[in-house]
Structures are given as structure tokens and as C-alpha cells.
């Protein structure tokens, strides 16, 4: 079947009454391919949310945001746990917060949580075609 649904449509007049029955065949394979879309999209919409929330990060220590602010503070606690295993990829000192910083360690982070979710994502595709 080249189609997702093959409609079948049989009508039947008897006596001046028409009857229209419609049958709907579904594709397996389809179904197949319907979830592991909806299962890629649930992995980007997770990865999307955790590489905004670095990339919050990254900015505002760049820009300096005071970490007394509710909202830098939220994104700074957030982060923390996604961070924190790339600390010692750069002679990592506890950031003075109200003064510019690259962190050069989020900027990694963002890389290889992307790199990640595209691997979860080939692997829920591999056996598509």
C-alpha cells in the first residue's frame, strides 16, 4: 500500500435509501513510524529545553547577571547539574557572579548534549526507511 489509510467506499441504493459504507484499512508500518516520530519529537523538545537553558546560562555569565536576581539564580541552580561534569575539562574556579565570565564549559556542554540527543534520535530511526 503506497498510501498511510486505503479508504474503501462502497455504496448501496435499495429502495430510494442510499447507504455509504466506508472501510479504512491502516498501514502497520505506519503506526510504527507514527510513534517513533512522536518519540523523536519528545527527545528534541527535552534537548531544546535543556540547550535554552544552558545557552541562559552561558548568556548571562557572559553578561554578568547577578546571582541574587530570582531569575538568575533559578537558571544558575538548574544548570548546575548539567554543567558540572565539564567543570574539570577547564581549570574551573567558582565564578564570581556580577562580574563577565565565559564559561567555556557550558559552551561545551550545550555541544555535547546536542550530540547526544541526535544519537538517542538515530537510534529510535534505525529501522525506518
Known amino acids: 500500500m503506497d498510501n498511510d489509510v486505503q479508504n474503501i467506499k462502497e455504496t448501496t441504493t435499495q429502495s430510494?435509501?442510499?447507504?455509504?459504507?466506508?472501510?479504512?484499512?491502516?498501514?502497520?508500518?505506519?503506526?510504527?513510524?507514527?510513534?517513533?516520530?512522536?518519540?523523536?519529537?519528545?527527545?528534541?523538545?527535552?534537548?531544546?529545553?535543556?540547550?535554552?537553558?544552558?545557552?541562559?546560562?552561558?548568556?548571562l555569565s557572559l553578561l554578568g547577571a547577578n546571582i541574587t536576581n530570582s531569575f538568575a539564580n533559578f537558571i544558575y541552580n538548574t544548570s548546575h547539574p548539567f554543567v558540572s561534569?565539564?567543570?574539570?575539562?577547564?581549570?574551573?574556579?567558582?565564578?564570581?557572579?556580577?562580574?563577565?565570565?565565559?564559561?567555556?564549559?557550558?559552551?561545551i556542554a550545550m555541544i555535547v548534549y546536542a550530540i547526544i540527543a541526535w544519537g538517542i534520535v538515530k537510534l529510535v530511526q534505525i529501522n525506518q526507511d
Open 16 to 59: 430510494g435509501d442510499t447507504t455509504q459504507k466506508t472501510t479504512e484499512i491502516k498501514n502497520p508500518q505506519n503506526d510504527i513510524k507514527h510513534k517513533n516520530n512522536v518519540v523523536v519529537r519528545i527527545i528534541w523538545f527535552i534537548a531544546g529545553v535543556l540547550l535554552v537553558l544552558l545557552g541562559f546560562r552561558f548568556i
Open 85 to 107: 561534569p565539564f567543570f574539570s575539562l577547564f581549570n574551573y574556579h567558582e565564578p564570581v557572579y556580577g562580574v563577565s565570565h565565559f564559561e567555556t564549559y557550558t559552551l
